[in-house]
């Protein structure tokens, strides 16, 4: 029967527990097979660590860290593929301690370290998010990587395809950005080019995207919540309402009031919706947000995971025809102390799409959320 389930991942190893979650990706083998979770985690030796499923049991590597280096932050994970019956292959970028963006990947036989550097004359302080890009359906994919840099604008580190650029998305008119939101993609129709979107907040606690429309990058303001100034950010996804729709993106974001908000496309304008909070508790901190399809030709569905004021999981899900929140609960014997990331599983390119949620406990494990169709 289908249900939720606590699994413990552990720790790296025996003595070094799990710091942070610096991102996490599902990848194949080819385009028929099962998807397999990579999540890339911060040991507390200040080392790259990933917990990969093999097919059959999950395991503990160790990715080290750039030569000489060690690893501070996180910017995320995606995964990169040559063609559309190719390999996926696993991008982690994370900030070192020299406030330079690095990239752990791996070429389709050894993992490897590229230090992507910085802006020139900037630091790089903080990541907003990593998508792939793509020119059409069967173009090779391309990553670009979201950071804002110490003079609080936002940058993006590209590949064309041939090599790396380093490109100034600068900030919204007349302001400063203070903190990310996330990042997404959006198609316009399954033949479509993929067009990035980075979501930030300002220093007025107001949320702004900036987007590409096939020509010209843009800056939008999206505004907050009525009477309500953004916190903090949750995560962005793209929402599609079936296979040959346009895709839609969604921003959820954190309020001063601890609530759950989503700025939302609906096909021809920009909505601010409350997605309140779970009963009776409110809201400390995100673990990410995911879109998942019953089946192929289903449309997609946001689920969104939270931690409560009492150290539990959460989740605000759709249905297909309203919101809901579901309490995940704690792992056995233990308390949720950090956040983590989400993603989704599928067993085969013709079955339901199922969410993880990940997170880090008082013991310093990672722990995962899983639903489970057995």
Not at 175 to 188: E, F, N
Not at 282 to 300: E, Q, R
């Amino acid at each position: 029967m289908a249900s939720w389930k606590w699994n413990n991942q552990e720790s790296p190893t025996a003595t070094i527990g799990v710091r942070a979650t610096m991102g996490a990706v599902t990848m194949k083998d080819d385009a028929q097979a099962a998807q397999r979770p990579y999540v890339f985690v911060r040991g507390y030796d200040s080392r790259l660590h990933v917990n990969w499923w093999d097919g059959k049991a999950w395991h503990w590597s160790d990715q080290g860290t750039p030569a000489g280096r060690t690893v501070i932050e996180r910017v995320g994970a995606v995964t990169v593929q040559d063609g559309p019956n190719a390999q996926q292959r696993p991008y982690a970028f994370v900030i070192t301690d020299d406030s330079h963006l690095h990239v752990n990947w791996w070429d389709g036989s050894k993992w490897n370290w590229n230090d992507q550097g910085a802006p020139s004359g900037r630091l790089v302080r903080e990541g907003v998010g990593v998508v792939s890009v793509q020119d059409s359906p069967s173009a090779k994919q391309r990553p670009y990587v979201f950071v804002l840099t110490d003079d609080f604008r936002l940058w993006v580190n590209w590949w064309d395809g041939s090599k790396w650029n380093w490109s100034d998305q600068g900030a919204p008119p007349n302001h400063t950005i203070s903190r990310p939101l996330g990042v997404t993609t959006v198609k316009d129709d399954p033949n479509a080019f993929t067009r990035p979107y980075a979501f930030v907040i300002t220093e007025d606690s107001r949320v702004w995207v900036n987007w590409w429309d096939g020509s010209k990058w843009n800056w939008s303001d999206q505004g907050a919540p009525s009477g309500q100034p953004v916190k903090k950010g949750v995560g962005a996804v793209s929402v599609q309402n079936d296979p040959n729709a346009q895709q839609r993106p969604y921003a959820f974001v954190q309020g001063y009031d601890s609530k759950l908000y989503v700025n939302w496309w609906d096909g021809s304008k920009w909505n601010w919706s409350d997605q309140g909070a779970p009963g009776g508790r409110l809201i400390l901190d995100s673990v990410g947000v995911v879109t998942m399809k019953d089946d192929p030709n289903a449309f997609t569905r946001p689920y969104v995971f939270v931690l409560g004021d009492d150290s539990k999981l959460y989740v605000n899900w759709w249905d297909g025809s309203k919101w809901n929140w579901a309490a995940q609960g704690t792992p056995p014997g233990r308390v949720i102390e950090r956040p983590g990331e989400t993603l989704t599983m599928q067993d085969n390119p013709s079955a339901a799409q199922r969410p993880y949620a990940f997170v880090i406990t008082d013991d310093s494990d990672l722990y995962v959320n899983w639903w489970s169709l057995a």
